[in-house]
């Protein structure tokens, strides 16, 4: 064998190898992903979500019985539905919800929750589904005391532990005293009793309160921040299959104005119940 001959068999003998090696690995990471298959299997989709944030997900009493209601609750029923499996949901904190989907112990998490890079690095989304603006509601007494960011540097600001609202809220008002709750519907207590003096909520949610609360209101402080931002279905980093079968029925029901209908008619019960 010449030398140019041997050379050449060991650059070919190269060549196999990492094809070999490209082959295993995709039919490897192919196999590890049975997040579909394993859904289809169980004839369930398990998800978790928070039930405070009417009206994409809250409670409220059908046939005198207490269930969970609201826009994600539809949406993620009718997409189980196509996929032709049933839905259940489990209560938690919104913290606990991205910690559960984390976890794996849900197949998913809904409950108006932002697609973010941040979130990115730990998380797949699916498309975006709806386009929410942060918003501060205050007292309706207090509306021309509080007219500037400056205006809150002695006050306190309230967001929901682990929301996008909770970093805003210490960007935009740094100077203000931060007060992080679980719960959306203990902020609003805290606002109406004078505890804190303004709260961040994105607009749907601000207004549903406003609607019930005659001593409310949504500031017209404009809130100085790229604050809108995109709300997406929550999976494991590793349910890419998952995801895009979740994303095959979810994108036509977005572009034809269903979810948009299922969000105005989620608010309507939520704000007449
Ligand atoms: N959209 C915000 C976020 O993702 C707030 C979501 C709060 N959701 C809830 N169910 N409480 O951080």
Same mark, same amino acid.
């Given at each position: 064998?010449?030398?140019?001959?041997?050379? /050449?068999s060991?650059?070919?003998?190269?060549?196999?190898?990492i094809?070999? &090696?490209?082959?295993?690995?995709?039919?490897?990471?192919?196999?590890?992903?049975?997040?579909?298959?394993? #859904?289809?299997?169980?004839?369930k989709l398990?998800?978790?979500?928070?039930?405070?944030?009417?009206?994409?997900?809250?409670?409220?009493?059908?046939?005198?019985?207490?269930?969970?209601?609201?826009?994600?609750?539809?949406? #993620?029923?009718?997409?189980?539905?196509?996929?032709g499996?049933?839905?259940?949901?489990?209560?938690?904190?919104f913290?606990?919800?991205l910690?559960? #989907?984390?976890? &794996?112990?849900?197949? =998913?998490?809904?409950?108006?929750?932002?697609?973010?890079?941040?979130?990115?690095?730990?998380?797949?989304?699916?498309?975006?589904?709806?386009?929410?603006?942060?918003?501060?509601?205050?007292?309706?007494?207090?509306?021309?005391?509080?007219?500037? =960011?400056?205006?809150?540097?002695?006050?306190?600001?309230?967001?929901?532990?682990?929301?996008?609202?909770?970093?805003?809220?210490?960007?935009?008002?740094?100077?203000?005293?931060?007060?992080?709750?679980?719960?959306? &519907?203990?902020? *609003?207590?805290?606002?109406?009793?004078?505890? #804190?003096?303004?709260?961040?909520?994105?607009?749907?949610?601000?207004?549903? /309160?406003v609607?019930?609360?005659?001593?409310?209101?949504?500031?017209?402080?404009?809130?100085?921040?790229?604050?809108?931002?995109?709300?997406g279905?929550?999976?494991?980093?590793?349910?890419?299959?998952?995801?895009?079968?979740?994303?095959?029925?979810?994108?036509?029901? *977005?572009?034809?104005?269903e979810?948009?209908?299922?969000?105005?008619?989620?608010?309507?019960?939520?704000?007449?119940?």
């Amino acid at each position: 064998m010449t030398l140019k001959n041997y050379l /050449y068999s060991i650059l070919l003998l190269g060549l196999a190898l990492i094809l070999v &090696g490209c082959q295993s690995q995709k039919s490897q990471s192919k196999a590890k992903d049975a997040s579909w298959t394993a #859904v289809k299997k169980r004839g369930k989709l398990i998800v978790a979500t928070e039930t405070g944030f009417a009206p994409f997900a809250f409670k409220t009493l059908v046939d005198g019985k207490d269930t969970i209601v609201g826009s994600d609750v539809d949406m #993620v029923k009718a997409i189980a539905d196509q996929l032709g499996v049933e839905v259940e949901f489990k209560e938690m904190s919104f913290d606990n919800v991205l910690a559960t #989907v984390q976890s &794996g112990k849900a197949d =998913i998490g809904i409950s108006g929750i932002s697609i973010t890079k941040e979130r990115q690095k730990s998380f797949l989304f699916s498309t975006g589904y709806y386009t929410a603006k942060t918003t501060l509601m205050i007292q309706k007494s207090q509306e021309e005391k509080l007219v500037s =960011i400056d205006d809150f540097a002695d006050k306190s600001i309230a967001s929901q532990k682990g929301s996008i609202q909770e970093t805003l809220a210490k960007e935009v008002f740094s100077d203000a005293q931060q007060v992080s709750l679980p719960q959306t &519907g203990e902020m *609003v207590m805290e606002l109406k009793q004078g505890k #804190v003096e303004g709260i961040l909520l994105e607009e749907p949610i601000a207004k549903a /309160y406003v609607a019930k609360n005659n001593d409310l209101m949504i500031s017209s402080l404009d809130i100085p921040s790229d604050n809108s931002d995109q709300y997406g279905i929550l999976l494991p980093k590793t349910s890419q299959a998952l995801a895009n079968k979740i994303d095959s029925v979810l994108k036509p029901m *977005v572009t034809s104005g269903e979810v948009d209908q299922m969000i105005q008619d989620a608010f309507n019960l939520s704000v007449n119940q």
